[in-house]
């Protein structure tokens, strides 16, 4: 078992009772945390409630189809992995969800390892990510904790500027200096 995806949370919106129980059974020995809604109104609740960090979900579901619930979803964190799990292989929902860039779009039934294998990945590179963001942090923390003048930049944009650089010019961050040029 790869370690990745016991390290994050998912959210799996599901109306059809067995189809869900059978997922759910699976999902939960393969994240740390699984969070189970029986629609898109649900779906989103605990989306807005929990802010999971992957997204399993059906398209075809009552009161808010998949489709909704997801763009709902990207409104409001335009990063988050999402996979569409369907039995209908229509155009019509195939290019939506080609058109939003979600992770994956699996047909019913699906795979238990192909649906394994994707959400591996998917945690592989969610975690480098958070792990860039902690990393950015501290040496941003370094940086402003440092008295000297100090900036890392390509001379086309700033990556890095101690809070010595922006006091110099008087500002807060790096869009109000590039205004000034």
């Known amino acids: 078992m790869n370690d990745t995806i016991k390290k994050l949370s998912i959210l799996y919106v599901e109306d059809d009772d067995a189809v ?13 945390e699984l969070f189970v809604a029986k629609d898109g109104v649900e779906g989103l ?16 579901m009552p009161r808010k189809n998949g489709i909704k619930m997801a763009q709902d979803i990207l409104k409001l964190n335009e990063n988050q992995s ?3 799990t369907t039995a209908h292989t229509e155009s ?34 969610i975690l480098l990510k958070k792990e860039n963001l902690k990393n950015r942090k501290i040496l941003q923390k370094i940086l402003d904790n440092q008295t000297s003048i100090t900036i890392l930049t390509d001379f086309k944009d700033i990556e890095f500027a101690s809070r010595s650089f922006y006091t ?8 109000e200096f590039f205004s000034l040029y």
């Open 20 to 32: 869900r129980t059978g997922y759910e059974k699976t999902l939960r020995r393969y994240c740390k």
């Open 45 to 60: 609740d605990f989306y807005e409630k929990y802010s999971p960090d992957i997204v399993i979900s059906d398209i075809n």
């Open 82 to 84: 999402i996979i569409f």
């Open 92 to 125: 019509e929902y195939t290019l939506d969800a080609l058109s939003m860039q979600v992770d994956e779009y699996l047909v019913k039934p699906v795979d238990k390892k192909r649906l394994k294998l994707k959400l591996e990945h998917i945690a592989k590179n």
């Open 168 to 175: 110099l010019f008087g500002i807060k961050n790096k869009s």
